[in-house]
T-cell receptor, first 116, second 110 residues
Framework: NAGVTQTPKFRILKIGQSMTLQCTQD?????MYWYRQDPGMGLKLIYY???????DKGEVPNGYNVSRSTTEDFPLRLELAAPSQTSVYFC???????????????FGSGTQLSVL | RKEVEQDPGPFNVPEGATVAFNCTYS??????FFWYRQDCRKEPKLLMS???SGNEDGRFTAQLNRASQYISLLIRDSKLSDSATYLC???????????FGTGTRLTIIP
């Protein structure tokens, strides 16, 4: 199993450009998440999904959009990129909730994004 | 007060020593607690879940103190490979409410 796969690993955007960060998982997890991690800060939840067709905002959703058309894929869309979106982005998945086992997060390897 | 607070370190510890970190949380409704490990420029990986009664996994011991609202991680006989940032993670219920600490950086010195 590949686990959680994110692409691209690195990207430089100009202000105002848009892009999609891809995330796919092969563990049949219902729950998927997008986090961002800024230097010296904890991970912040951007959006999450509890199943195909269901998404919801996390703590820092402004400037981002998501969709979940399949169980496997959870792309993150940046519209009108801004310097404040320079960060490391992590996609993650989990079985669900209700037990410590279910709540274990499996992370992708991350995307380093710079907006200049 | 931050929801989850950790001493950022760095902790520079000689190989073979014992080191302990604490993490305090402010939400008394918190139910699930975890320690994740993050290597430089890598993704976080689950190190241990923290059970109410405390738990041990090899050289690692995790404890929960609900009265004082903190969790701890003890590493015995530290190895060079233990060098990493250790993230404290807390939630009242469900991963959408997970709160990550900023991490404690540990460097094991030969």
């Amino acid at each position: 199993n590949a686990g959680v796969t994110q692409t691209p690993k690195f990207r430089i955007l100009k202000i105002g450009q848009s892009m999609t960060l891809q995330c796919t998982q092969d563990m049949n997890h219902n729950y998927m998440y997008w986090y961002r991690q800024d230097p010296g800060m904890g991970l912040k939840l951007i959006y999450y999904s509890v199943g195909a067709g269901i998404t919801d905002k996390g703590e820092v959703p402004n400037g981002y959009n998501v969709s979940r058309s399949t169980t496997e894929d959870f792309p993150l869309r940046l519209e009108l990129a801004a310097p404040s979106q320079t960060s490391v982005y992590f996609c993650a998945s989990s079985y669900g909730r209700g037990s410590l086992r279910d709540e274990k997060l499996f992370f992708g390897s991350g995307t380093q994004l710079s907006v200049l | 007060r931050k929801e989850v607070e950790q001493d950022p370190g760095p902790f520079n510890v000689p190989e073979g020593a014992t080191v302990a970190f604490n993490c305090t949380y402010s939400n008394s409704a918190s139910q699930s607690f975890f320690w994740y490990r993050q290597d430089c420029r890598k993704e976080p990986k689950l190190l241990m879940s923290v059970y109410s009664s405390g738990n041990e996994d090899g050289r690692f011991t995790a404890q929960l103190n609900r009265a004082s609202q903190y969790i701890s991680l003890l590493i015995r006989d530290s190895k060079l490979s233990d060098s990493a940032t250790y993230l404290c993670v807390v939630t009242p219920f469900g991963n959408e409410k997970l709160t990550f600490g900023t991490g404690t950086r540990l460097t094991i010195i030969p």
